[in-house]
């Protein structure tokens, strides 16, 4: 009976999440075609396309990951294999945890403190992007850093024994094996960086703009941002709903299709970590 409601349970998440996109599917579907994807938005978004949003979505997401990425890895790698267990990491972890657990809106007046006004950013990618790598950074940390410790110290002492130094064995034999499961860090760090509305109102994103960014100090519309003024504010909401619609679509799919990149990177590794 316990298997029996457990697998209840598995089907009925499986179930809503189906019922989402069909729903989302059956009202956007008819609005999608090239020129909704390709062009600019008119007459107060209540016609023409998303090809702006799109565009600052991609920009965003590449920023936030050439910031976070890096950075979240090299910080996992410290507190695993270097930092010890000692007071100073336990207390990193806490904090870690507890950036973790801060609301989405709190790093957009932050970011709007300190990269907007005080590094005189202004509204543009840059500061939009750098906003959201701190918003993620911390999955990412605690993702490496879980990933690393899962490896077994065999290895280590095996490659040391070997006569490899530390940061030998890191990067030949630990990292390797440890990637495959790092991704995963990157495939939740970029669904969620895609879906935040929050951070880049503060930070970015443009009510209306139907031209494309030429440089990271440019301001650019972005797809939740956007999804969000046409249901909420737009000049028609009713005329604009299909749009609306259209643009959770695109969204779903964009970020799908991330995933998929991610997952078949991480595939490719683990294959590749098995083969050697």
């Known amino acids: 009976m316990a298997f029996f409601v457990f697998r209840l349970l598995a089907w009925s998440v499986v179930g809503l999440l189906f019922w989402i996109l069909g729903f989302i599917l059956y009202n956007g579907i008819g609005v999608i075609s090239w020129e909704f994807l390709s062009s600019m938005p008119e007459d107060g978004m209540t016609s023409g396309g998303i090809f702006p949003a799109i565009v600052g979505t991609l920009c965003l997401v590449a920023g936030s990951m050439a910031f976070a990425f890096p950075f979240g890895i090299m910080s ?38 300190l990269f907007v006004n005080t590094l005189g950013f202004g509204d543009s990618i840059i500061a939009g992007s750098f906003t959201l790598g701190l918003l993620i950074l911390p999955l990412i940390i605690r993702t490496t850093e879980e990933s690393l410790r899962a490896i077994p110290d065999a290895y280590r002492i095996g490659s040391l024994a070997l006569g490899a130094s530390k940061i030998q064995t890191i990067r030949k ?52 941002y956007h999804l ?30 991330i995933n998929l990149l991610a997952a078949a990177l991480r595939k490719y590794f683990g294959r590749k970590v098995k083969t050697n």
Do not use: C
């Open 173 to 224: 034999i630990i990292l390797p094996m440890a990637f495959p499961n790092i991704i995963t860090g990157l495939i939740l760090s970029i669904g969620r960086v895609s879906g935040e509305t929050a951070p880049i109102l503060f930070t970015v994103a443009a009510y209306f703009l139907p031209k494309l960014p030429h440089s990271v100090f440019d301001q650019v519309m972005a797809l939740p």
């Open 76 to 113: 996992g790698i410290y507190m695993n294999e270097y930092a010890g267990n000692g007071w100073i990491v336990k207390f990193l972890r806490i904090m870690t945890n507890n950036l973790s657990g801060i609301p989405s809106i709190v790093f957009g007046l932050f970011g709007m403190a």
């Open 228 to 257: 969000y003024v046409i249901a909420t504010s737009g000049t028609d909401i009713e005329a604009s709903r299909p749009i609306a619609y259209g643009t959770a679509l695109v969204l779903i799919a964009i970020v799908l299709l």
